[in-house]
Nanobody
C-alpha cells in the first residue's frame, strides 16, 4: 500500500518561503497523480495544486498561482510544493495525496492515498 508522508511544514513570517515534501513508498508513485490540499480550522479541505505523471503538467488553485510551484522527482518517489510569499491566510494543515489518474486533477475524490498532513503557520 502506498502511504504518502509529508514533511517541511513549520512557522514562517509573512513573505517567507517553505518547501513541503511528499515521500511515498513503491513505484506506484511514478504512475500516480500527486495533489496537495490544505485545511484550515473550521474550513473545508481545499485543492492547492496537482501534477500529473504523464508529462508533469501542473494545475493550481487561483489563490496560489505565481506563488507556489509543484514538482516531482519520480526517481526518488518524492514530490514537492515550493511555497513563496506566504501569507497568514495560507496557514493550514497541508496534505499530500496520490491518485490513479494520469493528469493533474483537483477533486479530492480522485485521490485514494492521503498523508497525515504537515502544519504550515504564517505569522503576520
Amino acid at each position: 500500500q502506498v502511504q504518502p508522508v509529508e514533511s517541511g511544514g513549520g512557522l514562517v513570517q509573512a513573505g517567507g518561503s517553505l518547501r513541503l515534501s511528499c515521500a511515498a513508498s513503491g513505484r506506484t508513485f511514478s504512475v500516480s497523480t500527486m495533489g496537495w490540499f490544505r485545511q484550515a480550522p473550521g474550513k473545508e479541505r481545499e485543492f492547492v495544486a496537482a501534477i500529473g505523471w504523464v508529462d508533469a503538467t501542473a494545475n493550481y488553485a487561483e489563490f496560489v498561482k505565481g506563488r507556489f510551484t509543484i514538482s516531482r522527482d519520480d526517481a526518488k518517489y518524492t514530490g514537492y510544493l515550493q511555497m513563496n510569499n506566504l501569507q497568514p491566510e495560507d496557514t493550514a494543515q497541508y496534505y499530500c495525496a496520490l491518485g490513479p489518474g494520469r493528469w493533474a486533477t483537483s477533486p479530492p475524490s480522485a485521490y485514494n492515498y492521503w498523508g497525515q498532513g504537515t502544519q504550515v503557520t504564517v505569522s503576520s
